[in-house]
């Protein structure tokens, strides 16, 4: 079964540092990957997706993510925090070809430190 | 990217009041909808898988007497919360997926705040 694990509840990063949120996930075949982001009383923003290709993937705002086959990592970062960045992190997961069903992690609040 | 809006953003109702909630794909057509539920500050639960013209499948635990979903046309999906109670109070939010099959992907909804009173 598909899962995906955010390890940490919250992260604290100030200002100008970068900051990491970490993913891990597990599936039986090719996984294809997601981060959103999500602001209070709000839906989910599309950040980033890994399909297949490099591994570092570019997405929204800065963000950027390094899919790692090999520790089933897929770790949200950013080289520089600002404070807009404070919000809900969701990891997400789903198998190729199988049906649309994706599967969030349990997310990470991000809170950045001015 | 694609569009989904969700109408209303926030309703308040009675005890044993339905309610229907509504997402619609503005700019695709939406073969598959989803709609989630999330409690405050957890993760999102997916109540429900609806392909157009079919009838949604549930997940285990979700009851289909109580969460209705329709989803007549390639753009539009209802979810109606029948004789609602405090406990079904949330916030709902629904995403939909289009036809290319091979790089799939959700667009979400603004969400819908329901408070059941």
């Known amino acids: 079964a598909q899962s995906v694990a955010q390890p940490e509840d919250q992260v604290n990063v100030a200002e100008g540092n970068p900051l990491t949120v970490k993913c891990t996930y597990s599936?039986?075949?090719?996984?294809?990957l997601f981060w959103y982001v999500q602001y209070p009383n709000r839906g989910l923003q599309f950040l980033l997706k890994?399909?297949?290709?490099?591994?570092l993937v570019k997405g929204s705002y800065g963000f950027e993510a390094e899919f790692n086959k090999s520790q089933t990592s897929f770790h949200l970062k950013k080289p520089s925090a600002l404070v807009s960045d404070s919000a809900l992190y969701f990891c997400?997961?789903?198998?190729?070809?199988?049906?649309?069903?994706?599967?969030f992690g349990k997310g990470t609040r991000l809170h950045i430190l001015p | 990217g694609a569009v989904v809006s969700q109408h209303p953003s926030w309703v308040i109702c009675k005890s044993g009041t339905s309610v229907k909630i509504e997402c619609r794909s503005l700019?695709?057509?939406?073969?598959?909808m989803f709609w989630y539920r999330q409690f405050p500050k957890q993760s999102l639960m997916l109540m429900a898988t609806?392909?157009?013209?079919?009838?949604?499948?549930?997940e285990q635990g979700v009851e289909k007497d109580k969460f209705l979903i329709n989803h007549a046309s390639l753009t539009l999906s209802t979810l109606t919360v029948t004789s609602a109670h405090p406990e079904d109070s949330s916030f709902y939010i629904c995403?939909?997926?289009?036809?290319?099959?091979?790089?799939?992907?959700?667009?979400f909804g603004p969400g819908t705040r329901l408070t059941v009173l």
């Open positions: 997400a997961v789903r198998e190729w070809n199988r049906d649309d069903k994706i599967i």
């Open positions: 599936v039986s075949g090719n996984p294809y």
């Open positions: 890994y399909i297949t290709g490099d591994n």
């Open positions: 700019d695709f057509q939406a073969t598959t």
């Open positions: 609806s392909n157009e013209g079919s009838k949604a499948t549930y």
């Open positions: 995403s939909a997926s289009g036809s290319s099959r091979t790089y799939n992907e959700q667009f």
